[in-house]
Nanobody, 122 residues
Framework: QLQASGGGLVQPGNSLRLSCAAS????????IGWFRQGPGKEREGVAC????????GYIDSIKGRFTISKDNAKKTVYLQMNSLKPEDSAVYYC?????????????????WGQGTLVTVSS
């Protein structure tokens, strides 16, 4: 089971940290992806991390602003989002695959958490 949290309403330029807590599954064997779906847009992969290898991937549009990280003890993956822009507004989802390689493609992931809404607006 995956539980995403941390969304909210923020002004442009501010920050949010999203959390994805995993339970009922071996955290160290997971690849975790963060995805988002904005209004009228298709779902897109934002960032991913392999818990086994710690390899990381980002979509170009968020490089330098977002950071994905993990806390093995808490079985949680974080998405730190800085310098937020209105176009970052979306429902953010986390997803998991039991494999050592992460991907930004949603079809890679069989396990999904519920979304958390991020709204960036002044």
């Amino acid at each position: 089971q995956l539980q995403a949290s941390g969304g909210g309403l923020v002004q442009p330029g501010n920050s949010l940290r999203l959390s994805c807590a995993a339970s009922g599954i071996t955290f160290g064997s997971l690849a975790i992806g963060w995805f988002r779906q904005g209004p009228g847009k298709e779902r897109e992969g934002v960032a991913c991390i392999s818990n086994r290898t710690s390899s990381i991937g980002y979509i170009d549009s968020i490089k330098g602003r977002f950071t994905i990280s993990k806390d093995n003890a808490k079985k949680t993956v974080y998405l730190q989002m800085n310098s937020l822009k209105p176009e970052d507004s979306a429902v953010y989802y986390c997803a998991a695959q039991i494999f050592s390689i992460c991907s930004l493609h949603q079809n890679w992931y069989p396990y999904w958490g519920q979304g958390t809404l991020v709204t960036v607006s002044s």
